[in-house]
């Protein structure tokens, strides 16, 4: 999983919006070579690098071969059975920092290299079951569901990969005798996907492009045409790739755009691409962003999101179509428009409290998700007071009003409510709360909404 990096200081709204965009990359790899354009992805979908791996195979990318087995021990057979040189074992988690982690189990570092297959299914048994802790996971750490394999000759890496179908991934690798980096990804300066290449891979790309600019090259797709056979051949060329490898890289590129199609990908990242002694040009660490607007049509890759690491709450917010993220304070936000939600994260931190979440309800709201919404923010104990900020455009005014009464009554809200609307049907969402008999604060602006809550707090 990647992290969205920002390079401001960030206010409570700022905060919010960073975490929002968690698991986005945003590569600095576009424009001109001098001037680096940004490009960030919003879903923040959570796939273990073996389901990217089988993304890649069925488009017809190279990978390393891989299958999947339910236990150590079929992970040790399929060790002995494929006949690697040496073998990495690596507990596949979303954090990173996984080789200088500890097990619960006593078992030191979640990446393993040994020689003998006899060893794997030991690891393994130290690592499956068990929470691994490292510098990116909370305290606790986290469970190692599953493991897989990745099988190599000496100096090459391998892996046993972890994920909640309670499977193993048993899979060879290959050397690299050469690596190289190769993006995918939309450009809204181009309006469309854009290629990225560079000779010089398996390191951050974007040190690559502040210290030699030149080794960048890119190559704007058109939508229409798709990836040409001179631009694919430009690229590998450009990529380094002599010989008959040129034309292989080049039909890899062209099956990874096929893919970046296929998937509603909004960003495909191979480093390295590789190749190999062997002359073999391939895939061997990918990373795939998707488009959370597709999600409909993308059922089976949405599917396979891995929400074993994410906060809870995110997670059954998601589910009611809410954007939600957990903050560190007391003062639960419920919102409708991103922006107005971190407008209100900013104003209550100007009056002195602490917002305890982002919430955007978004436009086409309903009474059930004005409900969940609720109780979402109840379910946090840290909640000391609620604060409701609605401007109804698309909105209406009175679901959201009969939402709050119904939840309040339903979920018996302990904690002070605040709230402020305005928009359409206002007047007739006023009248239903002032009608409800129930001990809610109005406010008449935002400002006067946030100094309220604040004091609510104070109060109690």
């Known amino acids: ?21 968690r698991a986005a990359s945003t590569k600095q790899l576009l ?20 389901q990217s791996k089988k993304l890649m195979q069925d488009s017809g990318v190279t990978v390393q071969r891989f299958f999947v087995a339910d236990t150590a021990s079929e992970a040790l057979e399929a060790a002995k059975r494929l006949k690697a040189k040496e073998i990495v074992l690596k507990a596949q988690i979303l954090a990173g920092g996984r080789g200088k982690g500890v097990f619960d189990s006593g078992l030191k570092g979640g990446v393993h290299l040994t020689k003998d297959p006899a060893v794997v299914g030991e690891l393994a048994g130290k690592m499956l079951g068990f929470s691994l802790t490292t510098k990116q996971t909370p305290k606790e750490g986290v469970k190692v569901k599953t493991t ?42 181009f309006n469309g996907p854009v290629m990225v290449g560079s000779p010089q891979g398996g390191v951050d790309i974007e040190e690559v492009a502040a210290a030699t600019p030149e080794l960048i090259f890119k190559e704007v797709i058109d939508i229409f045409e798709g990836v040409r056979d001179d631009q694919a051949l430009r690229m590998a060329a450009n990529l380094g790739f002599k010989g008959p490898l040129e034309r292989q890289a080049a039909n890899q590129i062209k099956r990874l755009y096929d893919l970046f199609l296929k998937v509603d990908a909004t960003q ?34 949405f599917a396979m999101d891995d929400t074993a690491e994410s906060d ?27 922006g107005l939600a971190m407008a209100t994260c900013d104003i209550i931190d100007l009056h002195g409290g602490k917002p305890a979440n982002f919430l955007d309800l978004g436009g086409g709201v309903k009474e059930n998700q004005v409900y969940a919404a609720f109780k979402l923010l109840t379910a946090d104990p840290k909640v000391e007071a609620i604060l409701v900020n609605i401007f109804g455009g698309i909105v209406n005014c009175a679901i959201i009003a009969n939402g709050i009464t119904k939840a309040c009554r ?51």
């Not at 992290?3 to 960030?10: D, E, K, L, T, W």
């Not at 892996?159 to 190289?180: F, N």
């Not at 059954?316 to 991103?338: Q, T």
């Open 1 to 21: 999983m990647t992290y969205f990096r920002f390079n401001m200081a960030a206010s409570m709204a700022c905060q919010a919006a960073v975490r929002g965009l």
């Open 31 to 50: 424009g001109s070579r001098n001037q680096l354009a940004r490009v960030s992805p919003r879903r923040w979908l959570n796939l273990q690098e073996y």
């Open 148 to 189: 897989g394999v990745l099988l190599q000759p000496p100096h090459m890496f391998i892996a046993v990969y972890l994920s909640p179908p309670q499977e193993v991934m048993v899979a060879e690798a290959l050397d690299i005798s050469r690596e190289t980096y190769f993006a995918i990804l939309m450009d809204r300066s």
């Open 268 to 301: 495909v990242e191979v480093n390295p691409l590789g190749e190999t002694p062997e002359g073999q040009v391939v895939c061997f660490d990918a990373k795939i962003n998707f488009d959370d607007n597709a999600e409909f049509r993308q059922k089976a890759v």
């Open 312 to 338: 809870p709450l995110e997670t059954e917010a998601a589910r009611h179509d809410l954007k939600y993220i957990g903050l560190d304070g007391n003062i639960a936000c419920f919102v409708n428009g991103a």
């Open 410 to 460: 339903e979920l018996e809200l302990k904690v002070p409510l605040v709230v402020r609307l305005e928009g359409t049907n206002v007047q007739e969402a006023k009248r239903i709360l002032s009608e409800s008999g129930l001990p809610i604060t109005s406010a008449t602006d935002l400002d006067d909404a946030a100094k309220k809550a604040v004091a609510a707090i104070a109060k109690n």
